[in-house]
């Protein structure tokens, strides 16, 4: 089972708030404004900060 993409429209960035978006392979969530990516384990979205990798 893949990840629900219907999440993503209730799903922000825990840091900016801002818009999240679903990686091409389907492994983590990331954030433009703040270049962020949050992992996503097991088809759960790991939402905390100090888990998400830096973009840069």
Do not use: R
């Not at 954030?31 to 097991?42: E, F, G, R």
């Amino acid at each position: 089972m893949a990840f629900d993409k219907e999440l993503l429209d209730i799903l922000v960035c825990p840091k900016c708030k801002g818009e999240l978006e679903l990686t091409s392979e389907e492994d983590g969530l990331t954030c433009n404004a703040c270049k962020l990516k949050y992992p996503i384990q097991d088809e759960i979205p790991i939402m905390l900060i100090d888990q998400a990798e830096s973009l840069n």
